[in-house]
């Protein structure tokens, strides 16, 4: 009795980095693209597609490629994109799924995650004469309407000197 063994060996995902990780201001331009390399570390050919995890994040994240071929060996770089237009502040996650049919390992998972930045509030001006005191630097300060001037204060003689004045307008 003969008996005959053949071992074919399968395509094999590598995918690196593991995580993609972006950061946008809420209303701002998109931040830079990242790449994403996926590899053939197996044998034959590597037939890939990738998918977006939730389908609704294909609002905010795109790849430059969605299928490919790669031979044993063989590498090809995608470049991953976010898009903050139109998103309220906060943190998005979806998952690229790298899927091959045969490879021993489909499919492979990608983690993309996108920070929103909240737009920082306007500085709050004050209107009109204001006054204060930095104790520290020993600079007093009056903000007449117009006018700005610094004042020194001295220790011994407990007097106030002009040390700048300016004169808007």
Do not use: H, M, Y
Not at 111 to 139: I, K, M, Q, R, Y
Not at 142 to 168: D, E, N, T
Request: with cysteine.
């Amino acid at each position: 009795l003969a008996v005959g063994l053949t071992v074919s060996a399968l395509p094999n995902i590598t995918r690196s980095p593991k995580a993609l990780l972006f950061q946008a201001p809420e209303g701002g331009a998109s931040p830079p693209s990242k790449s994403l390399e996926i590899k053939n570390s197996g044998a034959g050919t590597l037939a890939w597609t990738i998918s977006v995890d939730p389908a609704v994040a294909i609002a905010w994240v795109t790849v430059s490629s969605f299928s490919g071929k790669l031979v044993a060996g063989q590498f090809e770089s995608i470049d991953v994109t976010v898009d903050p237009a139109g998103l309220p502040s906060g943190v998005r996650t979806a998952i690229l799924r790298i899927s091959a049919g045969g490879a021993s390992n489909s499919p492979s998972l990608v983690a993309v995650a996108f920070n929103v930045l909240p737009v920082p509030p306007p500085p709050v001006v004050e209107e009109g004469p204001t006054a204060g005191f930095c104790g520290l630097l020993g600079v007093e300060f009056l903000i007449p309407v117009g006018i700005l001037a610094l004042w020194r204060r001295r220790r011994s003689l407990r007097r106030v000197s002009p040390l700048l004045v300016l004169v808007a307008g």
